[in-house]
């Protein structure tokens, strides 16, 4: 059984910069990063192989957010900088057990196993 846990969230002001982490167990070829506010649709951030590397992000984060890998740790990590606050919104991590076609990593259904979210509020 895969299981994550987040954390790194919190409150920060415009500008500045977090960094989530998603600890991780089992049997894991991907991790992706989403975000979600209430009445809106789970948005896609960035998703990092679990040896590392092949990131994909959204055009929205790209040049701000960072996926990384901790090979010291069965981690991976979210950097977010220049943050402002429409980023304000629930971030999660997921795991996803099979390996998958690179374009399949933006999609909500290619991950196996989803982590309870992390808040982070951006303030002007």
């Known amino acids: 059984q895969v299981q994550l846990v987040e954390s790194g969230g919190g409150l920060v002001q415009a500008g500045g910069s977090l960094r989530l982490s998603c600890a991780a167990s089992g049997r894991i070829f991907a991790i992706g990063w989403f975000r979600q506010t209430p009445g809106k649709e789970r948005e896609f951030l960035a998703s990092?192989?679990?040896?590392?590397?092949?990131?994909v992000y959204a055009d929205s984060v790209k040049g701000r957010f960072t996926a990384s890998r901790d090979n010291a740790k069965n981690a991976v990590y979210l950097q977010m900088n220049s943050l402002e606050p429409e980023d304000t919104a629930l971030y999660y991590c997921?795991?996803?057990?099979?390996?998958?076609?690179?374009?399949?990593?933006?999609?909500?259904?290619?991950?196996?196993?989803w982590g309870q979210g992390t808040q982070v509020t951006v303030s002007s």
């Open positions: 997921a795991a996803a057990n099979t390996l998958r076609l690179l374009s399949r990593w933006m999609y909500t259904d290619a991950y196996d196993y």
């Open positions: 990092i192989r679990w040896s590392g590397g092949n990131t």
